[in-house]
């Protein structure tokens, strides 16, 4: 069985530690405000270190510590060298090798999401839960819901009553908020909500990178539930989620061990930017992961409304505090391990960002970890090839690499494209032969409207009509994605572990009380 | 708190949401679909998944589907061998596009814009895969038999696609058998599945669009609706009527879906307008696409309509030999006369699908009644404005539209089991005889006369009977034949000659000469530059043909009006060709060039 990559993590020390962590010790809340979990000094320091370096440790080439290898810089190197070389040596030739093979590969993978997509469209690939059989289930596990929050005070109050509504028993329920332990004001919002008793906050100790994943790992120590759950603190999930995973757990085979639930926004209609945001989480979520859930390949985590197996999270070394989309790292991790992901038909809704430089902060730290997810994983591609098979390795290589990839490259071939017609054709066809250009046009063009196209039926599909029209202008939201790409890149060459934060409640929202109802999907 | 010290909670169920087959149960699956396409299987208990009894059933389709494909494959494509290797009964819009298709791959100037704009350009590519085939068997390129063979292909997917439909009304066997079979007889079916023409791979994909836009009208699944719309887009590449079809089917969709939604009526308005769009999208995409690439190429976004051989001008040319529109009521009679001829049932067709509509509250019809009826009007209110000739087979779309229409009229509810089933059965084959078989008479009669069916009769008559007006037609391939010998007899250079492709004849000049490259047509590049200063680029020879009538589109003609009868001071006339079904060509040696090249 799988396991055996990473260290076995069930070591003699741990089971100490955590032990010591989870005695009973004096009670320390008062009524006024939160409990917070205590930990001593050295237990404090133990967990501090594995949760910075725990994945370093057991399997280092599996960690993000160093995003290259030392092999992978030559590699680098020699191919950017060689390349440089061959544009100033044969710029004519070389040229229209990159753009033959990219266009091949761009065809590729336009003829792959539609198959993907069509699979999706006519099976619900999703694990759909039923709300009676929800409802009716007996012997629930302990579930840990682990909740990051750094320097968020204003969303505190709204995710008491978010996380509260979660249909769940609370004596099975161990909801930890996590948060830094210099973050004074996060932690009086939290003792001013007065939060109920199974809620608790785990204050993370200073030290090496302040990252999410940093954070969920040291929670992650503390974690004594079967499952471990994750969600941002502005998130609201559907509140029969939990119950929901637990049953599609038990209706599943035992190598799937992650479900990821379905993300939305609650704030797409407030204006362009969000409803794009919105529009492109449905066809992912919707879509394209199912379908990957589906074909067994490894599915590439959305971050929150995770519920995990903790034995098996922590068996292939839980987060890499030192990715910046460690939940990409952990989906791919999952089925290297021989594990498997499935999408849950429940729905969580998140906060849209509304505002550009705020987008462009989150998606250039996604386009930078989705490289840097790739450049680990990359690292001994033949052993990639021989755990995820031929299957997860393309898949791998399409969603992972593909996705920053596609964006570094869009600007280029719509720069081309633009070129082509304004000078109708003569200077490009100087350049390139007609039987290179023209294929690589007529792909380019099919290509972007196919994808717009579909988005458009994805968003009919989800019946959400009112999002047809930021659908149809995808195009400028591309070429908002490609400044990120460029500045994700930037940063990785630059600053690979800056987590840049995104700046919640910046939609002030009327509807906030409103419960979430559970979304047909 | 205490550390949760339980097992996994880990049931040995089996996986029942696996709905894929794994690659080892294939062959499984196989045998078991091929037993029960014999009738022998029973679907047991545990005996099969439905996952498995949809792969079966696909298999089934397929057999099916194959075997009503390959008999009528192999019926249109000999007769299309008997016109043209026997009869040299040619088609010679057929001979065009698949001209323009060896244009792009084997003229002197070989580029993907030679394909020329003036007409849709799907007829052209979908022959192309056939071309490098020449070398096996030269006849698919020298008697433009590639057309023939892509027609028959088409015109036999679409008689696959007719039984498709009916059994997805659920129409009973004996008649959807019946409806095929008669629809696969009609004699423009087959004639248009035999000659190469495009009108085949355009019902091919109107039959497309409207078996899955009857789909979507039944049970609303967007993918329907999807692959609906692409297909529309393919039937616009095939050609331009496909506009109307598109706008009517776009009506019916947002028609269909602002009715059955609930809420608001801007909601629904909403909804209507993304499912109008998503089966409109693709059509439009492909116009917006060619007519972009027609105008930064040409310079003018629809060539159909500006260029000196599109339809206007080739209608003004040769309006003597074809029915035109001369105003009043005898064009309607006219245009009525060939529908009725070619749908004399019709009307019976529609009202068994009305009824059966009003009675069940199925609005199928729709779908056909749309998408054919699109073309018809099209056909229609062009020809009665005069902006297109009347001929018979513009009007070719009405057959498959009173054939589905008689098979909505003849469409089962689901789960539906009657008593007395072989009464039943009986009295629809009957009625579907009836219905079905008449139009074969009347527009056997139509096809023969000349009045009515004036290209039809020119193609087929001289078959029939020896020595009608049609006749002389059955000489123009050894004619053109003979130009190509003759020139290629005086071994001349690249682009040595020059001339107007576009003029009947010359693209069977070029289809059989053995060194193609030796002229300068019209979809090259340098077309005009050469024909602005010929001698400068090095031609010897032009190639023209007589004035008055097509030839007066003839570039040649139109730039020296005087080539024909004197050479217009610039050439000396070499040969004259005596011309039999041909236009009477003459071929002019430029002055200052040498004559034979070098």
């Known amino acids: 069985m799988p396991g055996t990559w990473v260290r076995s993590t069930a070591s003699r020390t741990y089971a100490r530690l955590l032990e010591r962590a989870l005695e009973p010790r004096p009670e320390r809340r008062t009524s006024r405000t939160a409990r917070v979990v205590a930990v001593d000094e050295a237990t404090s320091r133990a967990f501090l270190r594995r949760s910075i370096d725990g994945l370093y440790d057991a399997?280092?080439?599996?960690?993000?510590?160093?995003?290259?290898?030392?092999?992978?810089?030559?590699?680098?190197?020699?191919?950017?060298?060689?390349?440089?070389?061959?544009?100033?040596?044969?710029?004519?030739?070389?040229?229209?090798?990159?753009?033959?093979?990219?266009?091949?590969?761009?065809?590729?993978?336009?003829?792959?999401?539609?198959?993907?997509?069509?699979?999706?469209?006519?099976?619900?690939?999703?694990?759909?839960?039923?709300?009676?059989?929800?409802?009716?289930?007996?012997?629930?596990?302990?579930?840990?819901?682990?909740?990051?929050?750094?320097?968020?005070?204003?969303?505190?109050?709204?995710?008491?009553?978010?996380?509260?509504?979660?249909?769940?028993?609370?004596?099975?329920?161990?909801?930890?908020?996590?948060?830094?332990?210099?973050?004074?004001?996060?932690?009086?919002?939290?003792?001013?909500?007065?939060?109920?008793?199974?809620?608790?906050?785990?204050?993370?100790?200073?030290?090496?990178?302040?990252?999410?994943?940093?954070?969920?790992?040291?929670?992650?120590?503390?974690?004594?539930?079967?499952?471990?759950?994750?969600?941002?603190?502005?998130?609201?999930?559907?509140?029969?989620?939990?119950?929901?995973?637990?049953?599609?757990?038990?209706?599943?085979?035992?190598?799937?061990?992650?479900?990821?639930?379905?993300?939305?926004?609650?704030?797409?209609?407030?204006?362009?930017?969000?409803?794009?945001?919105?529009?492109?989480?449905?066809?992912?979520?919707?879509?394209?992961?199912?379908?990957?859930?589906?074909?067994?390949?490894?599915?590439?985590?959305?971050?929150?409304?995770?519920?995990?197996?903790?034995?098996?999270?922590?068996?292939?070394?839980?987060?890499?505090?030192?990715?910046?989309?460690?939940?990409?790292?952990?989906?791919?991790?999952?089925?290297?391990?021989?594990?498997?992901?499935?999408?849950?038909?429940?729905?969580?809704?998140?906060?849209?960002?509304?505002?550009?430089?705020?987008?462009?902060?989150?998606?250039?730290?996604?386009?930078?970890?989705?490289?840097?997810?790739?450049?680990?994983?990359?690292?001994?591609?033949?052993?990639?090839?021989?755990?995820?098979?031929?299957?997860?390795f393309f898949n791998f290589n399409f969603f992972v690499g593909g996705t920053p990839l596609l964006a570094l490259m869009?600007?280029?071939?719509?720069?081309?494209?633009?070129?082509?017609?304004?000078?109708?054709?003569?200077?490009?066809?100087?350049?390139?032969?007609?039987?290179?250009?023209?294929?690589?046009?007529?792909?380019?063009?099919?290509?972007?409207?196919?994808?717009?196209?579909?988005?458009?039926?994805?968003?009919?599909?989800?019946?959400?009509?009112?999002?047809?029209?930021?659908?149809?202008?995808?195009?400028?939201?591309?070429?908002?994605?490609?400044?990120?790409?460029?500045?994700?890149?930037?940063?990785?060459?630059?600053?690979?572990?800056?987590?840049?934060?995104?700046?919640?409640?910046?939609?002030?929202?009327?509807?906030?009380?409103?419960?979430?109802?559970?979304?047909?999907? | 708190m205490s550390v949760d010290t339980r097992p996994?909670?880990?049931?040995?169920?089996?996986?029942?949401?696996?709905?894929?087959?794994?690659?080892?149960?294939?062959?499984?699956?196989?045998?078991?679909?091929?037993?029960?396409?014999?009738?022998?299987?029973?679907?047991?208990?545990?005996?099969?998944?439905?996952?498995?009894?949809?792969?079966?059933?696909?298999?089934?389709?397929?057999?099916?589907?194959?075997s009503i494909f390959l008999p009528a494959f192999v019926a249109y494509v000999t007769i299309g061998a008997l016109l043209s290797f026997r009869y040299h009964s040619f088609a010679g819009d057929a001979q065009s596009r698949l001209a323009n298709a060896f244009y792009v791959l084997y003229s002197r100037d070989p580029h993907l814009a030679a394909i020329g704009f003036v007409w849709n350009p799907l007829p052209s590519i979908s022959v192309m895969p056939l071309l490098p085939l020449k070398a096996i068997f030269p006849g698919l390129v020298t008697y433009a038999f590639g057309s023939n063979v892509m027609s028959s292909v088409f015109m036999a997917g679409s008689v696959v696609l007719v039984h498709s439909f009916l059994r997805d009304l659920r129409v009973r066997v004996g008649a959807r058998v019946a409806i095929t079979t008669l629809f696969a007889l009609q004699p423009m079916i087959i004639l248009y599945g035999a000659n190469g023409m495009s009108e085949a791979i355009f019902l091919f994909f109107l039959l497309l669009t409207t078996r899955r836009l009857a789909s979507w009208i039944d049970a609303r699944r967007t993918w329907d609706l999807v692959l609906g719309g692409v297909a529309l887009a393919f039937a616009y590449l095939a050609r331009v009527e496909a506009v109307v079809p598109a706008m009517l089917a776009f009506s019916v969709v947002a028609a269909v879906t602002g009715l059955s939604t609930a809420g608001a009526w801007r909601e629904r308005a909403r909804v209507a307008a993304l499912n109008g769009f998503l089966f409109a999208a693709p059509a439009a995409f492909a116009f917006v696409i060619w007519a972009t690439i027609s105008w930064i190429i040409v310079g003018h976004p629809l060539e159909q309509f500006s260029s000196q051989y599109g339809n206007a001008s080739q209608l003004q040319a040769e309006g003597e030999r074809f029915v035109t529109n001369r105003g009043g009521i005898g064009s309607l009679r006219f245009i009525t006369l060939q529908l009725s001829a070619l749908a004399a049932t019709l009307p019976i067709a529609f009202a068994a699908a009305a009824w059966v509509s009003v009675r069940r509250r199925d609005l199928r019809w729709l779908a056909p009644a749309s998408v054919f009826g699109g073309v018809v009007l099209f056909t229609v209110v062009t020809f009665l404005r005069g902006q297109t000739a009347g001929h018979l087979r513009y009007c070719i779309a009405v057959i498959p539209l009173w054939v589905l229409l008689l098979g909505c009229g003849l469409a089962r509810p689901a789960g539906h089991m009657g008593g007395r089933r072989w009464l039943r059965s009986l009295a629809a084959i009957c009625f579907a005889v009836v219905v079905a078989a008449v139009p074969i008479g009347t527009s056997a009669l139509a096809m023969s006369d000349k009045r009515v069916g004036p290209e039809e009769h020119s193609h087929l008559g001289y078959i029939l009977k020896p020595g009608s007006a049609g006749y002389e037609l059955r000489f123009a391939h050894d004619s053109a034949q003979g130009i190509a010998s003759y020139l290629d007899g005086i071994r001349l250079p690249r682009g040595a000659v020059l001339m107007d492709n576009f003029t009947p004849c010359t693209p069977l000049v070029v289809l059989g000469s053995r060194h193609p490259k030796q002229f300068v047509i019209t979809n090259d590049r340098d077309f005009q530059r050469v024909l602005a200063d010929p001698i400068a680029f090095h031609a010897k020879y032009v190639l023209v043909p007589p004035r008055g009538g097509l030839g007066d589109l003839n570039e040649i003609n139109r730039q020296y009006p005087t080539m024909y009868e004197s050479g217009a001071g610039i050439a000396k006339l070499a040969h004259e060709f005596s011309g039999k079904g041909c236009p009477a060509f003459r071929l002019y040696q430029l002055s200052g060039s040498t004559g034979r090249g070098g």
């Not at chain 1, 202008?473 to 572990?497: D, G, I």
């Not at chain 2, 049931?11 to 087959?21: E, I, K, N």
Request: hydrophobic share 45%; net charge positive; proline share 6%.
């Open chain 2, 8 to 66: 996994l909670a880990v049931l040995p169920q089996p996986d029942a949401r696996r709905r894929f087959v794994r690659a080892g149960d294939h062959r499984q699956l196989l045998e078991a679909a091929l037993r029960s396409s014999r009738g022998v299987l029973r679907w047991g208990r545990g005996a099969a998944t439905s996952g498995a009894r949809n792969f079966a059933r696909g298999i089934g389709r397929r057999r099916v589907g194959l």
């Open chain 1, 59 to 392: 399997a280092p080439d599996l960690s993000c510590k160093e995003t290259t290898t030392p092999g992978q810089r030559r590699l680098g190197l020699g191919l950017g060298t060689t390349l440089v070389m061959l544009l100033i040596l044969e710029t004519r030739i070389t040229l229209m090798a990159i753009v033959a093979v990219l266009t091949y590969l761009y065809a590729i993978v336009v003829i792959y999401r539609v198959r993907l997509f069509r699979r999706s469209m006519l099976s619900n690939s999703l694990l759909d839960i039923s709300d009676e059989e929800a409802l009716a289930l007996e012997d629930l596990p302990i579930i840990t819901v682990l909740i990051p929050a750094y320097k968020e005070p204003e969303v505190i109050a709204r995710l008491m009553l978010d996380i509260g509504a979660l249909d769940y028993p609370t004596s099975r329920l161990d909801v930890k908020l996590l948060i830094e332990q210099d973050d004074a004001e996060t932690l009086a919002a939290i003792h001013a909500a007065r939060p109920p008793r199974h809620f608790s906050v785990v204050l993370i100790p200073d030290g090496g990178p302040r990252t999410k994943p940093k954070a969920l790992n040291y929670g992650l120590c503390l974690a004594a539930g079967e499952l471990v759950a994750v969600y941002d603190a502005e998130d609201r999930p559907e509140p029969l989620q939990l119950r929901r995973a637990v049953a599609a757990f038990r209706r599943s085979t035992p190598d799937v061990v992650c479900l990821q639930g379905r993300l939305a926004y609650y704030n797409s209609g407030h204006n362009l930017i969000t409803k794009w945001f919105e529009a492109e989480y449905l066809a992912w979520f919707r879509f394209f992961l199912p379908g990957l859930a589906e074909r067994h390949v490894p599915v590439p985590l959305g971050g929150t409304s995770n519920v995990m197996r903790r034995k098996e999270l922590q068996e292939v070394g839980g987060w890499d505090p030192y990715n910046v989309t460690e939940d990409a790292d952990l989906g791919i991790r999952f089925h290297r391990a021989g594990y498997r992901t499935g999408v849950l038909a429940s729905t969580t809704l998140e906060e849209a960002n509304s505002d550009f430089v705020n987008w462009a902060k989150q998606r250039s730290r996604w386009q930078k970890g989705y490289l840097q997810t790739w450049l680990v994983h990359m690292r001994d591609p033949r052993r990639l090839w021989r755990e995820l098979g031929p299957s997860g």
């Open chain 1, 410 to 521: 869009n600007p280029v071939f719509w720069a081309l494209t633009i070129l082509w017609f304004v000078t109708e054709s003569s200077l490009i066809g100087n350049l390139f032969p007609p039987l290179i250009y023209f294929p690589a046009l007529a792909c380019w063009v099919i290509g972007n409207a196919v994808v717009v196209y579909l988005g458009v039926v994805s968003v009919e599909l989800d019946g959400q009509p009112e999002l047809a029209v930021a659908a149809l202008l995808a195009p400028l939201y591309w070429v908002m994605m490609s400044v990120a790409a460029y500045k994700a890149a930037w940063q990785l060459v630059r600053n690979p572990s800056l987590w840049e934060k995104t700046a919640h409640g910046l939609t002030a929202n009327p509807a906030a009380a409103a419960p979430v109802q559970r979304m047909a999907s």
